[in-house]
């Protein structure tokens, strides 16, 4: 049985771009040209719960954490652009119940 994630990819969409601004992924490719995508993103707190795994882990904690609108396919080192926030991609997961892609959730460091 197969669900039909086209509305609630929809409203993902919608809620993004209502509460949400600009965002900007440029991506320079291994012959030095860059791709851009524009999309939306609205910034994520980080929680006390990332901050603690990554200290005890001796990992890096994000500058910044968003969730991305899936116009966009962030790619690990790449640049995002939010309004006056820049970074480079730590880490970027998809959010999907199933095959569609509702959104990212993207780490980014400073840089």
């Given at each position: 049985?197969?669900?039909?994630?086209?509305?609630?990819?929809?409203?993902?969409?919608?809620?993004?771009?209502?509460?949400?601004?600009?965002?900007?992924?440029?991506?320079?490719?291994?012959?030095?040209?860059?791709?851009?995508?524009?999309?939306?993103?609205?910034?994520?707190?980080?929680?006390?719960?990332?901050?603690?795994?990554?200290?005890?882990n001796?990992?890096?904690l994000?500058?910044?954490?968003?969730?991305?609108?899936?116009?966009?396919?962030?790619?690990?080192?790449?640049?995002?652009?939010?309004?006056?926030?820049?970074?480079?991609?730590?880490d970027?997961?998809?959010?999907?119940?199933?095959?569609?892609?509702?959104?990212?959730?993207?780490?980014?460091?400073?840089?």
């Amino acid at each position: 049985m197969s669900f039909a994630y086209g509305p609630l990819a929809a409203t993902a969409t919608r809620l993004l771009t209502q509460f949400g601004q600009t965002a900007t992924h440029v991506q320079t490719t291994s012959d030095g040209a860059t791709t851009s995508t524009a999309g939306v993103a609205v910034q994520l707190a980080i929680t006390e719960g990332e901050r603690s795994r990554a200290a005890i882990n001796g990992t890096p904690l994000p500058a910044s954490r968003w969730f991305v609108s899936a116009a966009i396919t962030p790619v690990k080192g790449a640049r995002l652009t939010v309004g006056s926030v820049s970074g480079v991609i730590m880490d970027a997961d998809p959010i999907r119940p199933g095959a569609t892609v509702l959104a990212w959730s993207v780490a980014l460091r400073a840089g």
